[in-house]
């Protein structure tokens, strides 16, 4: 197969790349040039910012698959090479519905309004919604549409997936104690990027079309956060705050600064990461256990050096402080 990657040289478009290199297609990657592409890959540098861009691509392709979240950039890809590439991949995101209350929705559930003016960062879950439907204009049933959850494993830099094995394999208060969210009610729902490239690259050589829930069963946060503590062999005391006690101490959730990455407050977020995979699963997409995924991205995150700027999650201070906070009113 040749295949076509629209990015792959950074995080994910990276894992796509290798994985179909690894089954043997011939790949070119189309992207600014900043990175390298993976060995065995084509590069073309490009800014899809042009339009005529798309023509230093040579001849046809058997499939493409695009992560962006542009939709001028997804609307251009599709609409140059239409009559050049068979089949059509779009990476999209979960976080195009609109209600996120809801547990166990499928792929039918409604979505946004879309948007395609362009990108903001605030309106990702539009713009995602603006490429998904300009990819199935054009290709209808040769389209794929993935709608991944959260995606963790080692190249993970949002920070959201390698804070918490991080935390607990480096406290960073005098005693070694570490605040976590008493969330009982709040899940996680994530995919190693190594599983969803997979996955991808399989799908797109069985020409397989739809739109999926690309992720894995859900799992408590507290049931994740346990796991992260066996994995970093974490022995020391969590020091656990409820929901009204972190929204009185202005913590954020989910991901930013003084944050607690993964938790969402309840019962406004109990949809948001309990989304049905049973299409998916139906369709091939295989996971591997969350344990692994875990260690990997905490190998990678030691590797990559504890002490670089967070994107996500509490400062030191921060910790220490709210720490001091929890136990004075406690």
Request: glycine residues 10%; hydrophobic residues 40%.
């Amino acid at each position: 197969m040749r295949l076509l990657v629209l990015g792959g040289t950074a995080w994910l478009g990276g894992e796509i790349v290798s994985a179909a290199l690894q089954q043997g297609h011939d790949v070119v990657c189309m992207a600014r040039g900043e990175r390298p592409a993976p060995d065995g890959a084509t590069l073309v540098a490009a800014n899809r910012d042009d339009p005529e861009s798309y023509s230093a691509l040579g001849g046809t392709f058997d499939a493409a698959i695009d992560v962006t979240m542009v939709p001028a950039h997804a609307k251009g890809a599709v609409t140059a090479l239409r009559h050049r590439v068979t089949d059509w991949a779009l990476v999209s995101t979960c976080s195009v519905y609109a209600q996120e209350d809801m547990p166990g929705q499928d792929e039918s559930a409604p979505l946004l309004a879309p948007y395609d003016g362009p990108f903001e960062a605030e309106k990702y879950g539009e713009c995602k919604v603006a490429c998904e439907q300009a990819v199935l204009a054009a290709y209808g049933d040769n389209a794929l549409v993935a709608r991944p959850g959260l995606i963790t494993g080692p190249g993970d830099h949002s920070d959201r997936t390698g804070y918490w094995p991080l935390r607990f394999a480096h406290p960073v208060t005098d005693d070694g104690s570490v605040l976590v969210p008493d969330a009982p009610d709040t899940s996680v729902q994530l995919i190693d990027a190594r599983d969803l490239a997979r996955w991808l690259v399989v799908a797109t050589e069985r020409g397989t079309g739809g739109v999926f829930n690309t992720t894995t069963e859900h799992v408590p946060l507290s049931d994740y956060l346990a796991l992260a503590r066996e994995v970093a062999g974490y022995d020391g005391e969590v020091v656990a705050v409820d929901q009204q006690w972190i929204t009185d101490h202005n913590i954020q959730p989910w991901a930013g600064e003084r944050s607690l990455p993964l938790w969402l407050p309840q019962p406004e977020y109990a949809g948001f990461a309990t989304r049905s995979v049973a299409a998916a699963r139906a369709a091939g997409l295989e996971t591997r256990p969350l344990e692994e995924s875990i260690r990997d991205t905490l190998a990678w995150e030691l590797r990559t050096g504890p002490g670089r700027p967070r994107r996500a999650g509490l400062s030191p201070t921060d910790e220490r402080d709210l720490i001091a906070a929890a136990r004075h009113d406690g």
